[in-house]
């Protein structure tokens, strides 16, 4: 073995197929799990994809090997440190948005945002709906997609569109 190759990793082939529900290719491998976090993974897969039969936990695994991709290669472009009732707040939104759809978009509509917002604080006003997306926006845990600047409170509009800076 040279010096060229021992810095190469080798893998061992794996066999590949087409997805016949969604065309993509796949590769099969094989996990080892602890009991606990395959138990923990069947509820979640039945959770996140009530609907299917087989497959589920392929899914599964695959949204979360995404998520986490998406939360470490993001940049973020100043420190992210909220405060823990806004921090709860995003987190309680991302689930709720994982539970409905399957995975969270990495931008969000205001009106949408703020549908999310009123549903899980229990807010029947849109104005402090607005009030908790202005304080999200403040503690960085989203910004404007759009170059927006400075977004004041009451420069906060149903154009605007959200771009998640800390996934949770």
Known sequence: MSADDSSRVEYRRRKKFRSKRTGEEKIIIDIVLSVDAYKKLQEIAQRLFPDLIRGRISYTIEHMIKTFAVMYT???????????????????????????????????????????????????????ADAWAYKMYI????????????????KIHDEVIWEWVMVL
Request: positive net charge; hydrophobic residues 30%.
């Open 74 to 128: 993001h940049n973020n472009t100043r420190p992210v440190n909220p405060r823990p009732s806004t921090q709860e707040l995003a987190k309680a939104i991302q689930e709720q948005i994982r539970f409905e759809h399957g995975t969270i978009a990495p931008d969000i509509p205001h009106r949408v945002l703020r549908q999310y917002i009123m549903f899980v604080r229990g807010i029947k006003t849109p104005r402090h």
């Open 139 to 154: 503690e960085g845990i989203i910004k404007p997609r759009r170059g927006e600047k400075a977004i004041r409170p009451e």
